[in-house]
């Protein structure tokens, strides 16, 4: 059975960094198109990046900010975010997405203060 785990939430100031880890169990990463979303609270989820064998993806409020990478060894995927801002507040969830199904992890909170 594949599960997805997300890990690396917290409270950062505008400005920080933080690093979010994404393991996978049960499967290779390689067999999936992994993303992360977030939900905003009162909003609904939105993409936020993604990862395949053709390349990496990001919706525009992130690009340049927002990092995503994948370690096979690891079968994992990170999404690294910089010069993160308070409209960035959000439950993030990680997703592997593939033939046998679309498989989210419980999400983690990130904060950012102002």
């Known amino acids: 059975q594949v599960q997805v785990g997300e890990s690396g939430g917290g409270l950062v100031q505008a400005g920080g960094s933080l690093r979010l880890s994404c393991a996978v169990s049960?499967?290779?990463?390689?067999?999936?198109?992994m993303g992360w979303y977030r939900q905003a609270p009162g909003k609904e989820r939105e993409f936020v990046a993604g990862?395949?064998?053709?390349?990496?993806y990001y919706t525009d409020s992130v690009k340049g900010r927002f990092t995503i990478a994948r370690d096979n060894a690891k079968n994992s995927v990170y999404l690294q975010m910089q010069n993160l801002k308070p409209e960035d507040t959000a439950v993030y969830y990680c997703?592997?997405?593939?033939?046998?199904?679309?498989?989210w992890g419980q999400g983690t909170q990130v904060t950012v203060s102002s």
């Open positions: 990862i395949n064998d053709a390349g990496t």
């Open positions: 049960g499967r290779s990463v390689e067999s999936y198109r």
């Open positions: 997703t592997a997405a593939g033939t046998t199904g679309d498989y």
